[in-house]
C-alpha cells in the first residue's frame, strides 16, 4: 500500500464516518476505497465492517443526549446482537450471489418507506394509536431483519433502521437517528468481534480508515442534532435511493 492508497483510505473513511451518522450508507464509499487499495471482495467487505465501527462508537456519543431513556433501547440490543450474528455466520458461510440481488430492494423499499411516512401512518396507525404489543413485536422484528442484513453487508441499515423505526416510534427524527446509531455500534461491534476472530481482516486497511471513521461519526452526529427535521428527512432518503440504485446496477451487472 502506498502513499495514494494510504491518502484515499483515509479521505474515504472520513466521509464515511460522516455519512453514517447521518443517514448511513458509508460503506458503499469505503468499501469501493477498499477494492481500488486491490483487497480482494470478501477481505474488503470484513475489512470494512470491522474499520466502520469506530464511527459508529462516534456517532453515538456524538447523539446521546438524544437516546431515550427507559425500557425500548434494553429491549432491542439482544435482538440486535442475534441478528447481527446471523448475518455475519451468512457472510462467511454462504454464497453472495443470492443476497446481492436481494440487497437493493430491501434498500429501495426502507427508502420508500421513509418517503411515504405520513400516508403509511394513516394507512397502519399513528405510533400513538398502535396497541403496545403490536407495536413492540413491529419494533423487534424491524430491528431484527435490519441487524441481520447489518452483519451481512451493511451498507444502508442505517436508512433501514430509520426507515423502521420512524414508521412506528412516535419520535423526533433526530431521536430516531440517535437510536439508529447506537444499533448501528452493537452491530458493527458484533461482527468486528466475529471477523477478528473469524474472518480475513486486513489490519493494515483498517488501522487507517478506522481513526478516520471516528472523527467522521462524531462531526456527522453534531451536524443531525442542527438540521431542520424536513431536511434530515430528505437527505437520507436520497441517501438510501442512491445507494439502492447503485446496489441494483452492482448487482444486475
Given amino acids: 500500500m502506498d502513499l495514494a492508497d494510504g491518502a484515499l483510505l483515509l479521505a474515504a473513511g472520513l466521509a464515511a464516518g460522516t455519512v453514517n451518522a447521518v443517514a448511513g450508507g458509508g460503506s458503499l464509499i469505503t468499501f469501493p476505497a477498499l477494492l481500488a487499495v486491490g483487497l480482494p471482495p470478501v477481505p474488503a467487505n470484513v475489512s470494512n465492517s470491522v474499520a466502520v465501527f469506530p464511527g ?5 456519543a456524538g447523539s446521546r443526549v438524544d437516546l431515550p431513556r427507559g425500557r425500548l433501547l434494553i429491549t432491542l440490543v439482544p435482538t ?25 430492494f430491501l434498500v429501495l423499499g426502507a427508502t420508500a418507506v421513509l418517503a411515504f411516512q405520513d400516508p403509511l401512518r394513516r394507512l397502519v396507525g399513528h405510533p ?9 413485536v413491529t419494533i423487534q422484528a424491524m430491528v ?12 444502508a441499515v442505517g436508512v433501514m433502521l430509520v426507515a423502521g423505526l420512524a414508521l412506528v ?51 456527522g452526529a453534531r451536524l443531525v442534532r442542527r438540521l431542520p427535521p424536513v431536511i434530515l428527512k430528505t437527505v437520507i432518503v ?4 442512491t445507494i439502492g440504485l447503485y446496489l441494483l446496477w452492482r448487482a444486475l451487472a
Fill in 56 to 60: 459508529y462508537g462516534a456517532a453515538v
Fill in 80 to 104: 440486535t446482537i442475534v441478528g447481527a450474528l446471523a448475518g455475519a455466520a451468512l457472510l462467511l458461510v454462504t454464497p453472495a450471489r443470492a443476497f446481492e440481488v436481494v440487497v437493493p
Fill in 128 to 136: 400513538r394509536d398502535l396497541p403496545p404489543r403490536r407495536r413492540a
Fill in 144 to 155: 431484527a431483519l435490519a441487524a441481520v442484513y447489518g452483519g451481512y453487508f451493511g451498507a
Fill in 169 to 219: 416510534l412516535d419520535a423526533t427524527l433526530a431521536r430516531v437517528s440517535a437510536i439508529k446509531n447506537l444499533l448501528s455500534a452493537v452491530i458493527g461491534l458484533t461482527t468486528v468481534v466475529v471477523f477478528a476472530l473469524a474472518g480475513p481482516v486486513n489490519w493494515a486497511a483498517v488501522a487507517l480508515l478506522a481513526p478516520a471513521t471516528l472523527v467522521g461519526g462524531y462531526a
Fill in 238 to 241: 436520497l441517501f438510501g435511493t
